[in-house]
Each structure stands twice: as C-alpha cells, then as structure tokens.
C-alpha cells in the first residue's frame, strides 16, 4: 500500500502538480528553444462619425440565431454540409455561407461573389474604399485582411493584398480575450 501512497506522489511530484515548473535546460550542443511572447492590443475599435458602430449581424444573420433562426430568415439554402472533424454545418447560400455548431451560428461569410453586404442595418459595397468609408479605421490589419472588433464578435475583411479585391468578409466570435 504504501508503495502505491509513494508511488502516486512521485508521479504527482513529476508531473509538476503542486511544485515549481523549472524552465527547461538545452541538452549539450542544442540552442535554446525560442520563448515566444504574445501581446494583446486589448482596446475599442476605431469608429468616425460616418462609420458603423456595432457588426451585431452580417446580411440579417447574428451569432446567436439558431440554425431555425437562419433557415427562417435566408430561406432553404442550396447545399447543406455536415464537416464533421468540427462539427460545423455549412448552410451554403448564392452569396453567402453560415456556420452552425450545435445548433448555432458559429460564423457568417460572404463570399466575393456578392455586389454588397450588409452590417446592422448599412449596406456596404464589396470594394475596399466603401468598406472603410461605412466601417471606418480597422481595429487592426492582420496580412490577410482587415478585422474590426466590438463587443466579442470580430467582422474580417478579407482582402488579396496583391490586387486589392475583397475576398470575403466573415462575422464570427472574438475569443482573444
């Protein structure tokens, strides 16, 4: 019994339960690993007068719509498709695409192929210079888009930085925080 008792304190003991975690030490003629430190600009997103101020809803659909709530309001969608390594359902509409998890939006996208999205109740042309007029200054420029945050919820621009074109714009959870 008591060969047990020492056994699991041991282990406890080993696998850092409970005690100081010593930084790990390079073998003989191995660098160092890499420390990699991660910053948070954690802050408001930059609105001017004329821009939208809450990205609540992306073409009439909001995060916590159910999948009834996006049927209702879209309508049947052309294709349904279950990915199950997520367990994403993707209700695939002519310009747009929602993904449901459980039974609940998990992203809105609108794809390229859309003449114009709509963010509350503004309509915004598919072009970069009518996005930043309606949405004002981004939060911040990541290398594949622009992404604009308020209350949780992030609205990426995506933007093909060679040419210019909009790629997409998707509305999803901001779990940064």
Do not use: C
Request: charged fraction near 25%; hydrophobic fraction near 35%.
């Amino acid at each position: 019994m008591w060969n047990v008792a020492l056994l699991m304190v041991g282990l406890l003991i080993y696998s850092g339960g409970g005690g100081a975690v010593a930084e790990p030490q390079p073998s003989a003629g191995m660098s160092p690993p890499p420390i990699i430190h991660a910053a948070s600009d954690v802050g408001q997103a930059q609105t001017s007068d004329n821009s939208t101020e809450s990205y609540g809803t992306l073409n009439g659909i909001s995060l916590t719509d159910n999948k009834h709530d996006v049927i209702r309001k879209l309508g049947t969608p052309a294709r349904i498709e279950h990915e199950e390594l997520t367990g994403i359902t993707k209700l695939d509409y002519k310009d747009m695409e929602v993904g449901v998890r459980n039974g609940y939006t998990e992203y809105v996208h609108v794809k390229p192929s859309a003449v114009s999205f709509q963010v509350e109740d503004q309509r915004i042309g598919m072009t970069t210079d009518q996005i930043r007029a309606s949405l004002g200054k981004p939060y911040f420029k990541a290398e594949d888009g622009d992404v604009y945050l308020e209350n949780h919820q992030a609205l990426k621009v995506f933007i093909d930085r060679d040419s210019g074109e909009i790629a997409g714009i998707d509305l999803f959870f901001d779990y940064s925080d």
